[in-house]
């Protein structure tokens, strides 16, 4: 898994602004759809709490595929987030990076998938490093886009 840090040391970098649409769109049947913008949105800003705790992260595998993380999804991290049960997170289990869930079985703590292809890992016995908690991420609908 490789971390891409936010941030740049580019003085004349500014923030990335969009067009945001003034109405939702539906998920269920559509509607007419207005033509005129409410505002300009930053990502950047809408996604991120704490920029210089945050990285990026793209998930491998299909072990999350049931928490809405699939293969190559790009994910947000924050690092200033205190891990809270039924979190995602990035964390080293005996020196081997993952992404799983938060979560107890009885009052034992675990890391569940989101895949019953695979086992939850318990966590007591072993080593364990938070790297953050997954606050966002970024799933492409098209094939090759964002990789």
């Known amino acids: 898994m490789h971390a891409t840090y936010l941030g740049t040391n580019d003085p004349d970098a500014h923030p990335l602004r969009l067009p945001l649409a003034a109405d939702s769109v539906r998920a269920g049947f559509p509607s007419p759809a207005d033509d005129y913008i409410e505002a300009e949105l930053d990502l950047v800003s809408h996604l991120i709490q704490h920029p210089s705790a945050t990285f990026y992260v793209r998930a491998q595998g299909d072990s999350m595929v049931q928490?809405?993380?699939?293969?190559?999804?790009?994910?947000?991290?924050?690092?200033?987030?205190e891990p809270r049960d039924g979190d995602i997170l990035i964390?080293?289990?005996?020196?081997?990076?993952?992404?799983?869930?938060?979560g107890t079985i009885g009052k034992r703590p675990y890391l569940l998938p989101g895949n019953p292809n695979y086992a939850p890992i318990p966590m007591e016995g072993r080593e364990?490093?938070?790297?953050?908690?997954?606050?966002?991420?970024v799933h492409a609908h098209r094939a090759g886009v964002g990789k």
Not at 91 to 102: E, N
């Open 91 to 102: 964390i080293a289990i005996d020196g081997d990076l993952t992404v799983k869930k938060l």
């Open 67 to 81: 928490h809405g993380i699939h293969d190559g999804d790009l994910l947000i991290v924050d690092r200033a987030l």
């Open 128 to 137: 364990c490093h938070v790297w953050g908690v997954v606050t966002h991420n």
